[in-house]
């Protein structure tokens, strides 16, 4: 099965604060990677997939990157909004995995 | 609008059965993929199964950790997903989420279902 390891698995910023979260591979998994956003008692909300590509609707602060089999989901100035927990998927190969999650709170 | 509805959780006693229902509305359900995740108390998401379309003859995918215990099956008629589940365990304790595969990924997620498995 593949791995996804997830750093931080928490996080406190400010409004405004750039923050990146890394999503690492233990195997190659191309670019088939998502992430999910969600809030406390809510579905999840696809974000980015293929690594990079912005779900429509989201706003362009979020963006996705790959390097390798390592994968950053960065926001780039956060707003109140953003303050959820975050997981990235691999769908390269079965069984599809989630990363542990990492949840963004308020500084 | 896209909508998909998850019912039949509940409580379930060790070794028990149930069978969840997501009710999927909006869209053409027959022309998608759909899968199952689910979300154990205070805990990440864990992915389930899959159901093909008919076109791919409604095969399936498991989980290691459920293979053998839940099915997936759809009625593409009444554009409804299902998750049969049965020898229960406690750690399959969670709430359940029907989602949409569009491409690859999952699009749209139901509001989700409890399932408690517990004595």
């Known amino acids: 099965d593949i791995q996804l390891t997830q750093s931080p698995s928490f996080l406190s910023a400010s409004v405004g604060d750039r923050v990146t979260i890394t999503c690492r591979a233990s195997?190659?998994?191309?670019?088939?990677l998502a992430w999910y956003q969600q809030k406390p008692g809510k579905a999840p909300k696809l974000l980015i997939y293929?690594?990079?590509t912005l779900q429509s609707g989201v706003p362009s602060r979020f963006t996705g990157s790959r390097s390798g089999t390592e994968f950053t989901l960065t926001i780039s100035s956060l707003q109140p909004e953003d303050f959820a927990s975050y997981y990235c998927?691999?769908?390269?190969?079965?069984?599809?995995?989630f990363g542990g999650g990492t949840k963004v709170e308020i500084k | 609008e896209v909508q998909l509805v998850e019912s039949g959780g509940g409580l379930v006693q060790p070794g028990g059965s149930l069978r969840l229902s997501c009710a999927a509305s909006?869209?053409?359900?027959?022309?998608?993929?759909m899968d199952w995740v689910r979300q154990a108390p205070g805990k990440g998401l864990e992915w389930v199964g899959r159901?093909?379309?008919?076109?791919?003859?409604?095969?399936?995918e498991y989980a290691a950790s459920v293979k053998g215990r839940f099915t997936v099956s759809r009625d593409d008629s009444k554009n409804s997903l299902y998750l049969q589940m049965n020898s229960l365990k406690t750690e399959d304790t969670a709430v359940y989420y029907c989602?949409?595969?569009?491409?690859?990924?999952?699009?749209?997620w139901g509001q989700g279902t409890l399932l408690s498995v517990s004595s």
């Open positions: 989602a949409r595969l569009w491409v690859n990924y999952l699009d749209f």
């Open positions: 909006g869209f053409t359900f027959s022309d998608h993929y």
């Open positions: 159901i093909r379309k008919k076109a791919n003859s409604y095969t399936t």
């Open positions: 195997q190659g998994i191309a670019s088939y």
């Open positions: 293929a690594a990079s």
């Open positions: 998927q691999q769908v390269n190969s079965f069984p599809l995995t």
